[in-house]
């Protein structure tokens, strides 16, 4: 080391005042990037349990709104154009009601050709009818003749022959009729399967369609063409672990709240527990939730009446339920679960 004075060892002073300052740097680099531990309030309020059932044994669940049918996904019997399209989200059809057309020209061209058809099948049965009247008139007037002599006997098979013909022909006259009317209804069956009605009184809760598209019978659209479901009243479907079922009492009224509104809670009505016990397939994605479960699903019925129940309670939409239990145990804790998995 030239650069340095004699007295000045790089080795002994200088490098260790280098090392102290990387330290120092380093130091500084590690206190800048601790992640903020400061204890802040939650965003939202978790779901608590409330009233009598603050300090009584419950079960807590979480689940979704449905619609008391169930969704109906709405599909369609053939394929073809989407000609017009009736309905929208929010609205509420009576069963029956044309919800969209399927494209029906064919359907209506088959309908005109059958009715020409049986137009022709009608002719047909009056000119057979005239001529098997003429025939049999004719075969009775041979037959009438007292004098064998006067009417030879090949005239008389002749008319036998004219009369039989004529019935023969009146047969297959009407058998064709019978045709034709059995392929008008078919093609008045088919042009009636191109509308596509409700197949119960609810509410349209997505359209997935759009006037011009193809829909297939195969499914080849990723989304049901229409959903819908009886909304009136809504049905909240709970799981209840598995481990769990056994302490619920059914029967009882759920104390429910919406996913985000904790604070604002109604009295759902028991409606059934679903003799199935299911995997688990609804999530709320919590980090403490178990997936590997199977889960009983209880159905309760959300109060109509309740205040601001039709704009607080959406389908699909996620909530927090507590079940009052059967026994005893885990007061106002444990097992109960208060943020509801």
């Known amino acids: 080391m030239a650069l340095l004075p004699q007295n000045l060892s790089f080795s002994r002073r200088i490098l260790p005042i280098i090392a102290l300052v990387g330290l120092a740097f380093a130091v500084f680099f590690i206190w800048r990037g601790l992640p903020d531990r400061s204890l802040s309030e939650p965003d939202q309020e978790p779901a608590r349990a409330t009233g009598a059932l603050a300090n009584s044994s419950r079960v807590a669940g979480a689940g979704l709104v449905e619609p008391s049918s169930e969704i109906i996904d709405i599909g369609t019997a053939l394929s073809g154009l989407v000609t017009d399209l009736r309905v929208q989200p929010g609205d509420y059809v009576t069963k029956g009601q044309p919800l969209f057309t399927v494209d029906d020209r064919a359907a209506r061209a088959r309908i005109g050709e059958t009715n020409a058809a049986i137009g022709e099948a009608r002719a047909a049965i009056a000119e057979a009818q005239t001529a098997q009247r003429t025939a049999e008139a004719q075969l009775a007037l041979y037959r009438s003749v007292e004098d064998s002599a006067a009417v030879s006997r090949s005239e008389v098979i002749k008319a036998e022959g004219d009369a039989s013909s004529a019935r023969s022909r009146l047969q297959l006259a009407r058998a064709r009729l019978a045709a034709a009317q059995a392929a008008l ?157």
């Open 185 to 341: 209804s078919s093609a008045r069956t088919e042009l009636g399967r191109l509308t596509i009605r409700a197949p119960i009184t609810g509410e349209i809760l997505a359209v997935n369609i759009r006037p011009g598209e193809f829909v297939s019978t195969m499914g080849g659209n990723s989304q049901p063409f229409i959903r819908m479901g009886e909304t009136r009243p809504l049905y909240i479907r709970i799981d209840i672990d598995e481990s769990e079922a056994p302490r619920i009492k059914l029967g009882a009224p759920a104390l429910v709240s919406p996913r985000g509104a904790a604070d604002r809670q109604v009295n759902a009505e028991f409606v059934r527990a679903e003799p199935l016990v299911v995997p688990k397939t609804s999530l709320t994605n919590s980090a403490s939730e178990r997936v590997d479960v199977r889960v009983l699903q209880v159905l309760y019925q959300l109060p109509a009446d309740a205040e601001g129940a039709e704009q607080l309670f959406r389908v699909g939409q996620q909530v927090d339920a507590f079940i009052p239990a059967v026994d005893g145990e885990n007061n106002g804790g444990g097992k109960t679960q208060e943020t509801a998995e």
